[in-house]
């Protein structure tokens, strides 16, 4: 928005009576107003936000503050003239004062402009809501225009009203023509003005700032802050030639947030992507010059905003790495927010310079989170190393021990330190603000800078891990893979690995092309310097400070999801030049890294060797359900929902048997499935497999032995009824090895007159944290345990357990009962029961077997009519195996004990006990490792 100039009005009063009437017109007015508006600011008050979405600070000036005692109003006069000045104390020498005065019906229209924005939530402005008025400061009156100002109700719901002023003709008050009055805490009270003041004190534009009394039409307001506005007079103040000063327009986002309700629907094109235009549109259209400047000022804006030019070829670097620091040292993230940006054009250097404008200092507390950084995440996502360069080394030159003194002594503009100043302001804003408000900002940037310190100096910079261990031939040359992901959300220097006292400097050459991405490569021709150092070195590919640096890592984006990791190709040639190395690393290999900006070396320790990502998982894929049938031509779509089914006879299954996620299988009486050496069947669907005595259904190998049944999460159980598997081995893939021949994962399964024969796993028939059901089940020539059951419920009735070469059936964590079982010619135990299982058992025999029952690691296990003949080493036995359970217990009523010793009658540690018969056996030291050693098979 432009600023223009109007003439002033004047009123057409001339009788005492006309006047009268129009006075008590105005008194009414005013009384009917207040009224009016107070009830609109309880009943329709819109509470104001920031841009950002914050909410204003809830300090407002009537609700926190102290009213300043005020004199008895003195009416306005028809035309502007001087204010007799006011008894109230507040007015002294303290601060200059502003008397303002505004005829009776200029000033009605701004009552009437105050009114339409507090019913609209937002104040809409223009040229056409200027009116005439005066100020006298001192012996000099100058006639203004005035405006109400502030987008959002604090700048006006209250009895201090905001005010944009433009002086006329060659009029000036404090050097301005153009500025703002406003209650300081719509910009956070001193804060701000320290804020601007220490922008100064680094060579870095801002708008002027200070604080005046008011005087309105004879009733004093209080203290209000004086801002400078955005015309000539601001740069040339600060020692800058007459130029142009642009900014993002944002008067179509006032707009919409005016005329609709819910502000979080305005599209993204409007809060997003923004018109570029200037101040002072009628100065710069009358110098052929300065419209010159304004094209090419705009012009290079729009081209960052496309990424035609980097931040570095459009800024001046010095000033915006200034401006970004110490926008984050101050909590200023208000300043950054796109329509609060201003930018002076040089005409020297053809750089932008940002102004500081609208900070909200402090304004968000004084902690410091990486989300709040404003002006970190700024320089980020301006992807110039030189930008990026330049806000660490300022960010780190604010944040060191001293520097907070230094600021206080350095020099203000009356000749005073600015902590002086400071303290006198301070003092006079005492007189209607609270200690609280106005408190001093030195030890809360102190206690930032520890902060900001640590955001510098990491603990640890990188991931970074040897990919292959051994250096390996390629076919570019023997080479090894060093994979690094920065952790910071600051470009990082990663520049040397280091043996000892040998280093190798490390050569973006050596990126993967398909990691380059994640890498800062630069070939920017302007050179740069900031306080007279380079920042570039003299290698044209490389970035600022090239010479002395290695492969520059992106910084990590505060919305990543993922750690970007770089990969290098070091050339064995390389290594063994640079450390003397043979076939193998060197060990005690770490890296050197630092800051991007910063010279502090972190030396960290390179993992030696880290799993690579898979791209697949260890599990062959899943085929979709037209795959499955294009692979599988036997295999056809079952009547029943989510089942497929292989017609009656025998089938050749080439490959694995891989069932569509969530189907199931089912089988019919004379099915015969034979399966290659390598071959499995997965499914997450039941399997139902129903045959009969004279045709069961089998599953087979089609040499010696085939890789078994895997069978997870499924939510419906499986039936099997004259099923016979034989010949199972254990899947073991890539990382993905089972225990089972047959294995059901969280999903139940119930087996009828079946037969598990031949099986080479570790376990025949595995079932982890499921339920379970065997009966009138043989399962026989195993070349481990017959069954193993983990985490698991179920029962066993009427089974036959033979030739078994380990243990019959083993439980641990499980919830078991056994009736009717047989288990003989097992190599290890009959009944295993483990790891704080539940074990029911009745009517088992037990025949040549080295253990017939067995409890143990906090199990009970109840047996009740056993036989149990010739073990080899004990029929019954109780102890601890893993240290971290407890002693086990067993209950054993009418057992029948043949061909056994007294010796072989019962293990049985001490803590553990074992009931036989009635009869109550505790446990001695017995050396349960020791033991398991002598019963190991040769």
């Known amino acids: 928005m432009s600023l223009q100039w109007r003439s002033s009005k004047k009123g057409n009063i001339s009788s005492p009576v006309v006047w009268m009437l129009v006075f008590l017109a105005f008194v009414m007015g005013v009384v009917v107003a207040r009224l009016s508006m107070w009830g609109a600011a309880v009943a329709d008050f819109r509470l104001g936000h920031y841009a950002d979405g914050t909410l204003f600070p809830s300090d407002t000036p009537q609700a926190v503050r102290s009213v300043p005692r005020s004199p008895t109003p003195v009416a306005p006069t028809a035309t502007p003239v001087a204010t007799p000045t006011p008894t109230s104390p507040e007015v002294n020498g303290d601060l200059e004062t502003f008397y303002i005065d505004i005829a009776p019906d200029d000033f009605a229209q701004i009552v009437a402009k105050r009114e339409e924005a507090l019913a609209r939530g937002i104040l809409l402005a223009d040229d056409t809501d200027f009116v005439p008025g005066t100020i006298r400061v001192g012996q000099n009156t100058v006639p203004v225009d005035l405006r109400l100002k502030g987008d959002w109700t604090d700048h006006y719901a209250y009895d201090k009203w905001s005010f944009r002023v433009e002086t006329k003709g060659d009029h000036y008050i404090q050097g301005m023509n153009t500025f703002s009055l406003q209650d300081p805490s719509t910009r956070t009270y001193l804060h701000e003005w320290a804020f601007m003041a220490h922008l100064r004190a680094e060579g870095v534009l801002s708008v002027g700032y200070t604080f005046v009394h008011v005087v309105l039409n004879g009733e004093y307001k209080g203290i ?235 603990y640890q910079t990188t991931y970074v891990y040897v990919e292959n261990l051994n250096v390996v031939e390629t076919a570019g040359g023997a080479e090894v893979s060093l994979v690094v992901a920065n952790l910071l959300d600051l470009p990082l220097d990663v520049h040397e690995v280091v043996v000892g006292d040998k280093s190798l400097r490390l050569d973006p050459a050596w990126v993967t092309e398909d990691t380059l991405e994640h890498i800062i490569v630069a070939d920017i021709a302007v050179p740069v310097s900031i306080e007279g150092q380079p920042v570039f070195g003299d290698r044209e590919s490389r970035v600022p400070g090239a010479s002395n640096s290695g492969v520059l890592l992106r910084p990590l984006p505060l919305d990543a999801d993922k750690l970007a990791y770089v990969r290098l190709q070091i050339p064995r040639q390389v290594l063994t030049d640079t450390f003397g190395m043979g076939a193998q690393l060197p060990a005690g290999l770490s890296l050197a890294t630092r800051v991007w900006g910063l010279t502090r070396t972190l030396t960290q320790t390179i993992i030696p060797a880290y799993a690579p990502v898979l791209a697949e998982g260890p599990m062959s894929a899943q085929p979709t359900l037209s795959r499955a049938l294009a692979q599988h031509p036997y295999l056809e779509r079952a009547t029943e929902s989510g089942m497929l089914t292989i017609a009656p006879g025998t089938w050749d299954i080439e490959g694995d048997l891989l069932l569509p996620y969530g189907y199931g299988l089912h089988l019919e009486p004379g099915t015969t499935l034979r399966f290659g050496p390598e071959s499995y069947l997965l499914a997450n669907g039941p399997l139902i497999f129903e045959g009969t005595a004279s045709a069961p259904v089998v599953l087979q190998p089609q040499e010696s032995a085939w890789k078994g049944i895997v069978v997870l999460e499924s939510r419906s159980p499986s039936f099997w009824h004259y099923v016979t598997v034989e010949h199972t081995d254990a899947v073991s893939q890539n990382g993905w090895s089972l225990t089972g021949g047959i294995t059901f994962y969280r999903s139940p399964i119930h087996v009828s007159y079946s037969r598990i024969l031949g099986t080479l796993a570790e376990d025949g028939f ?52 056994v009736y009717d079982v047989q288990m003989r010619d097992l190599g290890d135990k009959g009944l295993s029961v483990g790891e704080q299982s539940y074990v029911t058992a009745e009517r088992v025999t037990v025949e040549r077997s080295d253990f017939g029952l067995v409890s143990k690691d906090l199990s009970y296990l109840t047996a009740t009519d056993v036989t149990l003949t010739a073990p080899r080493i004990a029929a019954l036995a109780a102890y601890i195996k893993k240290p971290s359970y407890g002693p086990a217990t067993m209950m054993v009523k009418n057992a029948i004990l043949v061909d056994v010793s007294p010796e072989q009658t019962a293990v049985v540690q001490t803590g553990s006990w074992i009931d036989l018969n009635g009869d109550r056996i505790w446990g001695t030291d017995v050396d349960i490792d020791a033991l398991y050693e002598k019963w190991q098979k040769p």
């Open 224 to 458: 209000y802050a004086l801002e400078e506005s955005f015309a000539k007079e601001l740069f040339e103040s600060q020692s800058r030639r007459e130029g142009v000063i642009i900014r993002y327009n944002e008067d179509l986002l006032w707009e919409y947030w005016a005329t609709y309700s819910n502000d979080g629907l305005t599209p993204r094109g409007v809060t997003e992507f923004h018109i570029i235009d200037e101040f002072e549109s009628r100065r710069i259209d009358a110098s052929p010059a300065l419209a010159a400047q304004r094209d090419i000022a705009v012009g290079k804006l729009r081209a960052l905003d496309e990424g035609k030019l980097s931040a570095s070829e459009v800024f001046d670097v010095e000033a915006m790495g200034k401006f970004l620091a110490i926008s984050d040292f101050w909590g200023a993230g208000h300043a950054l927010i796109w329509h609060n940006l201003r930018f002076y054009y040089n005409p020297i250097t053809a750089r932008l310079e940002p102004i500081g404008f609208d900070t909200q200092a402090m304004g968000h507390g004084t902690s410091v989170e990486l989300k709040e950084l404003t002006g970190l995440q700024q320089a980020m996502d301006y992807d110039d190393p030189v930008m990026q360069w330049a806000y660490v080394h300022y960010l780190w030159h604010y944040s060191q021990p001293g520097y907070v003194e230094w600021l206080q002594n350095s020099t203000y503009a009356n000749g005073t330190s600015l902590g002086a100043e400071f303290d006198r302001l301070q003092a006079v804003l005492l007189q209607e603000f609270t200690a609280e408000q106005l408190a001093s900002p030195w030890e809360l940037l102190v206690q930032r800078q520890v902060a900001f310190r640590e955001l510098l100096m990491p």
């Open 766 to 817: 595995n079932v982890v944290r499921a339920e379970f059901e065997f009966v009138d089940t043989e399962f026989a020539d195993t070349a481990s345990d017959a069954f193993d059951a983990d985490f698991a419920s179920g029962r066993f009735e009427r089974c036959v357990f033979h030739d078994i070469a380990a243990d019959g059936i083993d439980v641990s964590g499980s919830d078991v009962q």
